[in-house]
Antibody, heavy 123, light 110 residues
Framework: DVQLVESGGGLVQPGGSLRLSCAASGFTFSRYSMNWVRQAPGKGLEWVSYIHGSSRSTIYYADSVKGRFTISRDNARNSLYLQMNSLRAEDTAIYYCARDNILTGYSPNFDYWGQGTLVTVSS | QSVLTQPPSVSAAPGQKVTISCSGS????????VSWYQHLPGTAPKLLIY???KRPSGIPDRFSGSKSGTSATLGITGLQTGDEADYYCGTWDSSLSAGLFGGGTKLTVL
């Protein structure tokens, strides 16, 4: 079965850093693009970042995180990462990793999601 | 405010039909495929529709999707109380080189 498990969330002070991880299993990780999506308290879903499966240089970011967040992946470890620097209160959210099934459809085709990890930015 | 516009809420009685609209522009919906997601608080979002109108395996045919120009629509027939959730459209924006979600629509089954 396909599984995505996020970790690394927690409480961090404004200006601080945090690294999120997403452990993937049950599929050939390198064949799929991956995304980070977040949901702030009381708000809707917000796309955060995208990384291609094999062409790890193909990366996109939302304007709200550009220059502060860095997405990466380690296909040998079946893992996706999100390095978050210069964190702000407005980055407080549940962060989900989502598989983009470009093998069967056109992006966005987020067919599997993790349960999310909560990031709280507060002093 | 989201680039993709959805109604904040819709409601209908059990057994009835409801549609949820998603309005965008030529650089996003007009130029890319649309997907739809169901989200219950505290759970992982669930893919309902991809490539504008295709259903993943396991999604009942009560759920349908369509796209015309710069708008997309999710239809749900035979409403059940278990359909109460937040629904989001998603697409890419070719100008922004970024993913987009609509602001979300809360469905209430009265």
């Amino acid at each position: 079965d396909v599984q995505l498990v996020e970790s690394g969330g927690g409480l961090v002070q404004p200006g601080g850093s945090l690294r999120l991880s997403c452990a993937a299993s049950g599929f050939t990780f390198s064949r799929y693009s991956m995304n980070w999506v977040r949901q702030a308290p009381g708000k809707g879903l917000e796309w955060v970042s995208y990384i291609h499966g094999s062409s790890r240089s193909t990366i996109y970011y939302a304007d709200s995180v550009k220059g502060r967040f860095t997405i990466s992946r380690d296909n040998a470890r079946n893992s996706l990462y999100l390095q978050m620097n210069s964190l702000r209160a407005e980055d407080t959210a549940i962060y989900y990793c989502a598989r983009d099934n470009i093998l069967t459809g056109y992006s966005p085709n987020f067919d599997y999601w993790g349960q999310g990890t909560l990031v709280t930015v507060s002093s | 405010q989201s680039v993709l516009t959805q109604p904040p809420s819709v409601s209908a009685a059990p057994g009835q039909k409801v549609t949820i609209s998603c309005s965008g522009s030529s650089s996003n919906i007009g130029d890319n495929y649309v997907s739809w997601y169901q989200h219950l608080p505290g759970t992982a979002p669930k893919l309902l529709i991809y490539d504008n109108n295709k259903r993943p395996s396991g999604i009942p045919d009560r759920f349908s999707g369509s796209k015309s120009g710069t708008s997309a629509t999710l239809g749900i027939t035979g409403l059940q109380t278990g359909d109460e959730a937040d629904y989001y459209c998603g697409t890419w924006d070719s100008s922004l080189s970024a993913g987009l979600f609509g602001g979300g629509t809360k469905l209430t089954v009265l």
